[in-house]
């Protein structure tokens, strides 16, 4: 049974950092795309990045070019996010899911995390 597990949010000021990880079991990463989504209360869910394993490569949605890194432990089957200079704008719930399709957009992702709150605020 695939499971995924965000955790790591929380409140934050303007300009702080959060790692977020995502913890898969079940199944091994080497075939798949991980992303991460958010969304924010009366918005749709929208991608902020991907990795993808099957070409390793990764993108990012543009307003957090620069200050969100995506990465992976495969040993720990775990795929972080790490956040800085975070603004109010970052509010929302944030999601990681897999995919067969290295994309940004949510429709095309198959397994989903819980979600975990981020809170950008002073």
């Known amino acids: 049974q695939v499971q995924l597990a965000e955790s790591g949010g929380g409140l934050v000021r303007p300009g702080g950092s959060l790692r977020l990880s995502c913890a898969v079991s079940g199944f091994t990463l080497n075939d798949w795309n991980i992303g991460w989504f958010r969304q924010a209360p009366g918005k749709e869910r929208e991608g902020i990045s991907y990795?993808?394993?099957?070409?390793?490569?990764?993108q990012y949605l543009g307003s957090v070019k620069g200050r969100f890194t995506i990465s992976i432990d495969k040993a720990k089957n775990t795929v972080y996010l790490q956040m800085n200079s975070l603004k109010s704008e970052d509010t929302a719930v944030y999601y990681c899911?897999?995919?067969?399709?290295?994309?940004?957009?949510?429709?095309?992702?198959?397994?989903w995390g819980q979600g975990t709150q981020v809170t950008v605020s002073t």
């Open positions: 899911g897999l995919g067969m399709i290295a994309t940004l957009d949510p429709q095309s992702y198959t397994y």
């Open positions: 990795i993808s394993m099957p070409w390793g490569g990764t």
